[in-house]
């Protein structure tokens, strides 16, 4: 048996009945060990600038191989999170945006919006997002992507100390 890849989540209080629903379908899955940061109910009032940074340094260090983030808009969460080194956060309204993010940008958080984006959309949007893999289904520009995802990083190691 495969090992199972650890998924880290977070929400502010906008977020939580979205979180509630995407935790439930990772619970769900047998490849996805799950990694819940909180909140743990809609009465609790986190704000995105304090549950973002959770998710990011569980990836930094290693507890989680990506992460889902969820306040208002996912706007705030992804700003937040890529302000980690070597954290790639991408706001997700619609699968083709999550399925993007992960083929052509190698995302590892994706964020959502909880007046955004229904629970059913948002299961959808993650699951594209997890069965996905850097550069697949465009494995013509597989090169030219990781050279693109390469000067990234280099963009990075430039602006972060």
Known sequence: MAAKETIAIVSD?????????????LKSRDDVEVLDFGLNSAE????YDVQ???????????RASRAV????TGQGMAIVANK??????VVADTVFAASKGRIINNANVV????????????????????????TETMEDRAEWLKGAYGRVQTIEEENFS
């Open 44 to 47: 609790e009032n986190e704000p």
């Open 111 to 134: 964020t959502m919006g909880g007046w955004i984006t229904a629970p059913k959309l948002g299961i959808d949007i993650v699951a594209s997002w997890l069965d996905l893999a850097f």
């Open 52 to 62: 973002a940074p959770k998710v990011a340094r569980a990836i930094q260090e290693g």
């Open 13 to 25: 209080r906008s977020g939580f009945p979205l979180k509630d629903a995407v935790v439930e379908y």
């Open 84 to 89: 980690f080194k070597g954290v790639y956060a």
């Open 69 to 72: 983030a969820i306040c208002g």
